[in-house]
């Protein structure tokens, strides 16, 4: 299993430009979810997903949008990206509601300039 | 909503025990996380506390006390690779009480010394 996978690794944007972060998990879980982690700061949820065709906001959703079409895909979407999403993005999943443990992708390090 | 909250950073020499304390305020409980995060890196799951008490994993172990709010993280036996930021996480009971999603301290940064 590759576990959780996230694409790009690093990707710098100029003011206004838009973006996909691909995100994919093999375990078949049902649960995925966004964070964003600031330098020296914990992670904020984004946005989460309990199954394919669900979606719901997390903590700071404004400027992102999500879709779930797969059980295994969960992209994450920046439009008009600005300096203040300057950060690193981490996708998670877990099984279920009773399993505890969630599963981070490595990461993508994006820069808005 | 929860508020979260852990010291900034911890020193310790390689051998010691550090104990990493996690204070929390919420509306509704349902269980108590710590991960581990290298820097650089993503964060690794390390212990999962719903009901009070003490969770022993080898070197380390988690405690909970629900009625106080407080969990704490303890090392031991500490070694050069345990350098990293332990992160404290809390989720809150969901709408039908079965899940709920997590809120993540800011971070405890564990420097090992030689």
């Known amino acids: 299993n590759a576990g959780v996978t996230q694409t790009p690794k690093f990707r710098i944007l100029k003011i206004g430009q838009s973006m996909t972060l691909q995100c994919a998990q093999d375990m078949n879980h049902n649960y995925m979810y966004w964070y964003r982690q600031d330098p020296g700061m914990g992670l904020k949820l984004i946005y989460y997903s309990v199954g394919a065709g669900i979606t719901d906001k997390g903590e700071v959703p404004n400027g992102y949008n999500v879709s779930r079409s797969t059980t295994e895909d969960f992209p994450l979407r920046l439009e008009l990206a600005a300096p203040s999403q300057t950060s690193v993005y981490f996708c998670a999943s877990s099984y279920s509601s009773t399993a505890p443990e969630q599963f981070f992708g490595p990461g993508t390090r994006l820069t808005v300039l | 909503g929860q508020n979260i909250d852990q010291p900034t950073e911890m020193t310790a020499t390689e051998g010691a025990i550090v104990q990493i304390n996690c204070t929390y305020q919420?509306?509704?409980?349902?269980?108590l996380f710590w991960y581990q995060q290298h820097a650089g890196e993503a964060p690794t799951f390390l212990s999962y506390?719903?009901?009070?008490g003490l969770e022993e994993k080898g070197r380390f172990s988690s405690f909970l006390s629900r009625s106080k709010g407080y969990s704490y993280l303890l090392l031991k036996e500490l070694q050069m690779k345990d350098s990293a930021s332990y992160l404290c996480?809390?989720?809150?009971?969901?709408?039908?009480?079965?899940?709920?999603?997590?809120?993540f301290g800011a971070g405890t940064q564990v420097v090992v010394t030689p």
């Open positions: 506390n719903v009901l009070d």
């Open positions: 919420t509306s509704g409980f349902n269980g």
């Open positions: 996480a809390v989720r809150d009971k969901g709408e039908t009480d079965s899940w709920g999603k997590l809120q």
